[in-house]
């Protein structure tokens, strides 16, 4: 049996390695370089993480987990006014290259006029809620000569059909409690169920992006889940989001990471 021990002012850390051949090396000492890394790196990540906790806002316990894919939601339901800035910088990352893009879900439709004030070619926007669809509809007037297409429908029953894009930007969220433990409480991000997905509809070259969840880096399980799919990551910080102290999101930080990865 192995152990290991991490000391800090703030923390213990112990590691314990139960069988012989977990992290198995030609030798000792490379499986020693490997377990005393895996300890720093942690140590380290809790030492930003106590940095970063001074900067939440309180937040809300209520967090929606009834079936949201077809209720009728106010705006604020729909996207509370500090993700502006977001959905702002991350319909940039995915407009750059002004050809074929797809929006996977339309919300309040503030993404969508930003990806249209930078000159898509093509503009395919999936929804599965009927009240926003109708809402679509409306906002579909104001570019009554641009060539935006509107799918009805969950992505997961409707994006086979629809070839293949420049870029892809996801912005949905989790549509009932099942959805919010599994692709958020299980998983590095809630878009890591839909990485295989995007890369599977991009050209090559293609840019992908979504609402990271990361704060100020790029965890290495997070890397490990993208470079799977993609070539190239690319990342920047977005700081000072206005999060307000009962902030109703599952999101906490006034600041996240944007991603933009490459297939």
């Not at 001074?54 to 987990?65: C, V």
């Not at 912005?171 to 998983?187: A, C, K, M, R, W």
């Not at 790029?218 to 190239?232: K, P, T, V, W």
Request: with cysteine; aromatic share 10%.
């Amino acid at each position: 049996m192995i152990r290991r021990i991490k000391r800090h002012r703030n923390f213990e850390i112990n590691l314990q390695i139960k069988t012989e051949d977990f992290i198995d090396t030609p030798r000792e000492a490379q499986r020693n370089w490997l377990l005393n890394t895996a300890l720093g790196e942690f140590a380290d990540n809790l030492n930003a993480l106590h940095q970063l906790a001074s900067r939440f806002a309180r937040g809300n316990d209520d967090l929606p987990m009834h079936d949201r894919s077809q209720a009728d939601l106010s705006d604020e339901e729909i996207m509370e006014d500090w993700q502006i800035p977001l959905m702002d910088k991350l319909a940039q990352l995915v407009s750059d290259k002004q050809g074929d893009l797809l929006e996977i879900g339309f919300g309040r439709g503030v993404a969508s006029d930003f990806i249209q004030q930078a000159g898509v070619k093509s503009h395919t926007i999936i929804e599965c809620n009927d009240a926003i669809v109708t809402r679509y509809e409306k906002w579909k007037t104001n570019y009554a000569n641009n060539d935006i297409r509107m799918v009805h429908g969950l992505w997961q029953d409707v994006i086979a059909d629809l070839g293949i894009f420049d870029s892809i930007f996801f912005h949905t969220y989790p549509l009932n409690e099942v959805d919010f433990v599994e692709q958020i409480g299980n998983s590095v991000t809630f878009a890591e169920h839909f990485f295989p997905v995007a890369a599977s509809h991009l050209r090559e070259g293609g840019a992908f992006t979504y609402l990271s969840n990361e704060m100020d880096s790029l965890s290495r399980g997070h890397q490990r889940a993208l470079l799977q799919h993609f070539n190239e990551i690319s990342i920047s910080v977005l700081e000072g989001l206005n999060i307000p102290d009962e902030v109703k999101d599952a999101w906490w930080s006034d600041s996240m990471v944007l991603i933009k990865a490459i297939k």
